[in-house]
């Protein structure tokens, strides 16, 4: 069921009665294996999902589940432990219900990270890339029905949703770090079931180098109501059908966490730069 304007509205006056005159910028959805940056925020207010009005609860494995605001490498923030999948039995207005109201505390700019496969064959796992595009293929929107202009208009424009400022930035910040950064697009694949390597042939064949099973919702909704946005994925498995073994949770599990250190340091840089 979509919400109405009251309803963000009242989620968004909640929050600010936990936050005070705190005025983040940067709104942080964390993916797999990086929760923990968020205990690297400073002078942090936690607000916990099952309190704020009309929010859904995460479920997925190492998500958290709350919202926590303070600083983190300069930059006010509100940081995501933990989203919503549309797998987990979340319509997608559900899943990217956060990022309105981010929008409604002052949040201007959505840093998004995900765990993907790699659908690239040039690749390896490990490999971190700069979403550039992304793919929704046949997925429902997460704007359909009434439009809500307070938010932004009927047909919004997607030509350049992943910001080219910042993606330029983020190219600065992988040089000056050392950090190899791929550039791609990511293609959305609401899951829970890993996709079949036919699945993954026919992806390849459309421009795909990435596949998940989140990010896109919450982007197409930032980018309806005027967010810029910056998002990665780190590629923690080849995707079905290019290596001869079966995919796995824990898998993707093992190489985000291996992987936290390289992608923290990346990210910390990026918000200095924003
Ligand atoms: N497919 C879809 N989502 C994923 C994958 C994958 O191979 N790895 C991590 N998230």
New binding site residues.
Partial sequence: MPYTFAQYQESADFIRSRIGDFQPRVAMILGSGLGFLGDRVENPVAVSYRDIPHFKVSTAPGHKGQLLFGTLAGQKVAVMQGRMHHYEGYSYEDVSYAVRVLRLLGCDTLLVTN???CVNTAWKAGDLMLITDHMKLFLESPLRGENLEEFGPRFPDSSHLYTPALCDAARQAAQALDIPLREGVYCY?P?PQ??TPAEIRAFRTLGADA???STVPEVITAGHCGMQVLGFTLL??M??GILDQP?SGEE?MEAANAASEKFSSLLLDCLKRM
């Fill in positions: 765990a993907a496969g694949f899951g890993f996709e596949v998940g099973m923690t498995n995707a079905a995919l993707v």
